[in-house]
Every structure is written in structure tokens, then in C-alpha cells.
């Protein structure tokens, strides 16, 4: 299929953008931004307008698509078009268009927290002739000469002019009339253009490189008044509904992107999530879907990830496209099983997917491709049938894992403090447990993030930073301990005053996957042995994750 925009340019007068506008056939997309001229250059504007100044061309789209429109031109309440009817979509020339049908309208414009502007107040000069270099178009009206404002001209029958400025400057003022209603301004049209073409060419020409965002084309896309539906008011409701119902807030979950959750509707939809196929999607499958894919996608997936795998927080996953999956095979069990609750081999292949997904760092790149791929690996779980995995991406390297620095942007490391957490980290001075949620675990220098043995205490001794700051040094903490307790202080030295307060601290120690305080060099500081000793015990609970027992 030819995507190719189809472009024909012609010209229409000003008094027939006025109608079209009038009748609700011009609309400005949701996606343009705000009007921000102020009335010195709409002012101006009309001044080359009046002078026969080429002003430049406007871009539309063409197309039966109904799109959210933000507002009418100008902010002026005007009426939607027939069904059926074409809509020319303004994708360049918005601010030239709304400044000359605020002036036509006389409209108050109200920008945010700015002052309204009111543009029944732009004047015309009467005094002066059309082809003087000065302009005749001015912001206030100058008593020493016969003004007139522009809302009159265009709005007032003629004939009232003439008590009060004489046949000679009624003429003109009819004239002043003819031409700006009479202006030609250049059109280019693309007619019936795919919605992402359009939107690329919006971007283009608008916005200086800045690419509109997919959900920010699918919002537009979506938008239905008739049923109550806007796609951005849906997934802010999603993310927090202020106590009015479920969201993901309240469960720790309200780092996932948009983008993720339009993956979400296309994996239920079509088994697809490219961009792609998101811009293809039907807008009433997407009205019809969005209840189903929130309440038996997204929501299940997320208590699955909770309370199963343990992953209590959203900034801790190591990818969020992990999300789209899930989603996807809690809704085709609910449709196979009619239960949200999962077995207990789906619970183990799950989970065995989460690490094998993580740990492979598999949408590092490519992603798009290799969550459909993994559609059909839900599919086989949701039959209660392990999916197959390469024998070597179940494998894991000691070597490895002693060497992987720790960084919060990686999925691999982002895998193993899903690990740690699972494992329910303990207070060491308290084994109280450690509270963890979005807002203090989203940056690697989180006062969370605790090197056991601490980088300044390495330094000391003459460990650089690349061997100091690996993922196997790494401890989930609460910020008062870590900033105010520990410190610099070498394990030797904090553990022993640990000891002192807490009877029993190797429960707390061992929650961090350090089960013995001899084997693991920490009396006598030997940042080899810990390293070592905590690499075996945490790659056996990652072998068992990652084979579990069927």
C-alpha cells in the first residue's frame, strides 16, 4: 500500500477560511500547541493583509478521521461537522489563522496565566493611504485621526458608516472589506494521508525536530466525545485516580510509561505492539478494549509482579515492557481459565520468564519483535506448558556476576535487586523491614543502594571504583542508615555495633543473602571472600529461579 502523502495546492479567499471555520470544518488537532501570539503580531499580520503581502501558505490535512480537537479556532465555540464530512486539520499556519478569525470574531482570547487579549480592539487608520509604508493597522486607537476597528469593518453593514465618516472613507472602508475577505491565501492539502504521515509532517514543519510522541497521535486518534472517551484523561486515571478507584499508585506502580500501556491495547488487540500497528489500531477497538485491558491486564500483571515475583515498586523492574507480557497472558487466562489466579506452574514459568527476559538484557534493543515473540510464550503458559529458552541463556556465569558493576539503567542489575528485594531485606540494626518505594529508588546514588563494604573505605585501601562498585556490593537499606550509621566505616567495625543491638542480626544479614559472618571475610575485612561467598549464594537462588522444579 502506498503511504505516500497525496498533496494538491490551491488557493481559498480569507471569507472562505472564515466559513469553514464558522462551520466547524477547520479544527486545530490536539497535538498543536497553544496559541501564542500576542496582538502586536496579529496586528501586523493584518497590516500585510490589507497591503496584498504574501502572508505564506497553510498546511492541511484532509481527512473523514475525527481526531480530539484541544479547542476551536480562537477558543470560540463553534459546531462539529457533519458525519461523513471532511475536517482540515490545521497542521501549519495555526497561530496565523487563529489571530485573523480572532480579529474577524472580535473574540477575547484567554491565554494561560497570561491576560486575555481582546481583539475587537485592533484599528484601522482611515487617514492614512493603503499603500503608505506605515502600518495602518495599529493595537490602539489614535484620536487625531478617523480609526475604525477591523471588527466593525468586517461585521457592520456599510451603510451605518455613513453618518459618521462621509461617502470618501465609507468607500475605503469598503474596499479595506473586499480585500481582506477577498485575500487568497495558498493551501497545500493532503488528502486522506495515513495519521502517522500527517503527524511526521506536522513535526516537521512545527515543532523544530520535536517528535510527537506516539500516545500523544493516539490520544488525538482516540478521542471520542460521544462515549466519553480521551485516552490521556484514561491513563492519568490509570496511573492515579485521586481515591475514586483502583490505580496504579497505590501499588507502587505508577512509574509505567504511556507508550507501555498503548503496547498493552495492541498486544490484546492485534498481537502486535511495532508503532506501526499501535497507528493502525481501529479507534472503537481501542474505546471497547481499554476497560478489559486495565482491569484484566494491567491490574492483575501488576499484583502478579507484587506479590509473586515480589517486585514491590515499578522503578525496580528491569524493564517496563516486561508489563506488556503479562498483561497479555493474564487477560487470555481469564478468557481460557475464567480466573485471574494463576497455578502453580504458571507462577514458576513466569517468573522463570521474568529473569530469563531480565537477566538476557532481551529488549535492550529490538523490543517490538521480541515481546511478540513472547506473546506465543504466554500463550504456551497460559496451557500450563513451559515456553522454550536457548540452554545457555539459563545459564549463569560466577565470573560474570563478580564482575557486573552496579548501575540502575541495567537490566541485569536491575534483575538482581529484584532478587534482593524478594528476599525481604532486613534493618540490620532492628530487622525491622525495609521500606522501599518509586521515589527513593529511582537513581544510583539513592541513599537505599548501601555498599556493604563502602566505596570510601575501599578507596582507602587501594580498591579503585570499577572493583568496588559491583552489584554484589550492593545492600538494600533504609536512608537513615545508610547516611547516618554506616557511613565510611569498614563492615568489621558497623556489623559488630549491629551486634550490639541486635540479638539477632544474622537473620537480617542472611535476608541480604550474607549467611555467615566468618565464611563471608567480614570480621576481618576481605572484600575477595564476601564477594566471592555472596556470588555462589545468589546465583544458586538465581539458578532456581531460572530452572524451577516443574
Known amino acids: ?47 500585510s493583509v490589507l497591503k496584498g503581502y504574501p502572508i505564506g501558505n497553510l498546511i492541511l490535512w484532509k481527512t473523514k478521521d475525527r481526531l480530539r480537537s484541544l479547542r476551536n479556532i480562537g477558543n470560540i465555540n463553534l459546531p462539529e461537522p457533519q458525519e461523513g464530512d471532511y475536517i482540515y486539520y490545521v497542521l501549519d499556519g495555526q497561530q496565523r489563522l487563529t ?14 496565566n497570561q491576560k486575555s487579549i481582546d481583539y475587537k480592539d485592533i484599528y484601522l487608520n482611515l487617514s492614512l493611504p493603503p499603500d503608505t509604508d506605515e502600518d495602518i493597522v495599529t493595537m490602539e486607537k489614535n484620536y487625531e485621526f478617523d480609526c475604525i476597528t477591523i471588527y466593525e469593518i468586517l461585521n457592520s453593514k456599510i451603510s451605518s458608516f455613513l ?8 468607500d475605503k472602508i469598503e474596499t479595506y472589506r473586499n480585500k481582506i475577505n477577498n485575500y487568497s491565501i495558498p493551501i497545500v492539502e493532503l488528502t ?3 495519521l502517522d504521515i500527517a503527524c511526521t509532517i506536522f513535526t516537521r514543519i512545527n515543532t523544530g525536530g520535536t517528535v510527537l510522541t506516539l ?18 484523561k484514561e491513563y492519568e486515571r490509570l496511573i492515579n485516580s485521586n481515591g475514586e478507584c483502583k490505580d496504579l499508585e497505590d501499588s507502587n506502580y505508577d512509574t509505567i510509561p504511556e507508550s507501555v500501556v498503548l503496547q498493552c491495547i495492541a498486544a490484546y488487540i492485534k498481537n502486535k505492539v511495532s508503532k506501526r500497528e499501535i497507528l493502525r489500531l481501529n479507534k472503537n477497538d481501542v474505546i471497547e478494549s481499554w476497560n478489559i485491558v486495565k482491569e484484566r491486564g494491567i491490574f492483575p500483571a501488576v499484583d502478579f509482579l507484587r506479590n509473586s515475583i515480589k517486585v514491590p515498586v515499578s522503578s525496580l523492574m528491569p524493564y517496563y515492557s516486561l508489563l506488556v507480557p503479562f498483561s497479555y497472558f493474564f487477560i487470555k487466562n481469564y478468557e481460557k481459565n475464567g480466573s485471574e489466579t494463576t497455578s502453580n506452574i504458571q507462577t514458576k ?7 530469563w527476559a531480565s537477566l538476557t538484557n532481551r529488549f535492550s534493543s529490538g523490543a517490538a519483535a521480541k515481546i511478540e515473540q513472547d506473546l506465543l510464550k504466554m500463550d504456551k503458559i497460559v496451557n500450563n506448558e513451559p515456553p522454550d529458552y536457548p540452554e545457555e541463556e539459563l545459564k549463569i556465569s560466577l565470573e560474570d556476576l563478580m564482575k557486573k558493576r552496579f548501575s540502575t539503567s541495567e537490566a541485569y542489575c536491575k534483575a538482581l535487586l529484584c532478587v534482593y528485594a524478594a528476599n525481604n531485606p532486613r534493618n540490620l540494626r532492628n530487622n525491622s523491614s525495609i521500606r522501599l518505594d518509586n521515589s527513593w529508588l529511582r ?18 585501601k587501594g580498591i579503585n571504583d570499577d572493583k568496588a562498585n559491583v552489584i554484589l556490593n550492593i545492600i538494600l537499606v533504609d536512608d537513615y542508615l545508610n547516611k547516618r550509621v554506616i557511613g565510611a566505616k569498614p ?32 570480621f576481618n575485612n576481605d572484600y575477595e571472600a564476601f564477594i566471592q561467598e555472596r556470588a555462589r549464594v545468589v546465583s544458586r537462588r538465581l539458578r532456581s529461579l531460572l530452572r524451577p522444579k516443574i
Open 491 to 522: 563492615p568489621s567495625k558497623y556489623i559488630r555495633e549491629f551486634m550490639r543491638e541486635n540479638d539477632d542480626i544474622e537473620k537480617a544479614l542472611r535476608s541480604h543473602f550474607i549467611n555467615d559472618v566468618e565464611k563471608f571475610g567480614i
Open 215 to 232: 500516545f500523544e497521535i493516539m490520544v488525538a486518534k482516540t478521542y471520542d466525545e460521544t462515549r466519553n472517551f480521551d485516552l490521556s
Open 192 to 194: 486522506d494521508c495515513p
Open 349 to 355: 514459568l513466569l517468573t522463570q520468564y521474568f529473569y
Open 99 to 112: 489571530s485573523l478569525f480572532a480579529i474577524k470574531k472580535g473574540a477575547i482570547v484567554a491565554k494561560e
Open 1 to 47: 500500500m502506498n503511504n505516500l502523502p497525496n498533496f494538491a495546492t490551491t488557493q481559498y479567499s480569507l471569507d472562505k477560511i472564515f466559513r469553514m471555520i464558522k462551520e466547524g470544518n477547520i479544527k486545530i488537532p490536539q497535538f498543536q500547541r497553544d496559541f501564542v501570539w500576542d496582538k502586536v503580531k496579529a496586528a501586523r499580520l493584518l497590516d
Open 443 to 460: 537513581r544510583a546514588n539513592s541513599r537505599n543502594y548501601h555498599h556493604f563494604f563502602p566505596r570510601a573505605y575501599l578507596r582507602r
Open 163 to 170: 453618518d459618521k465618516y462621509g461617502k470618501d472613507k465609507v
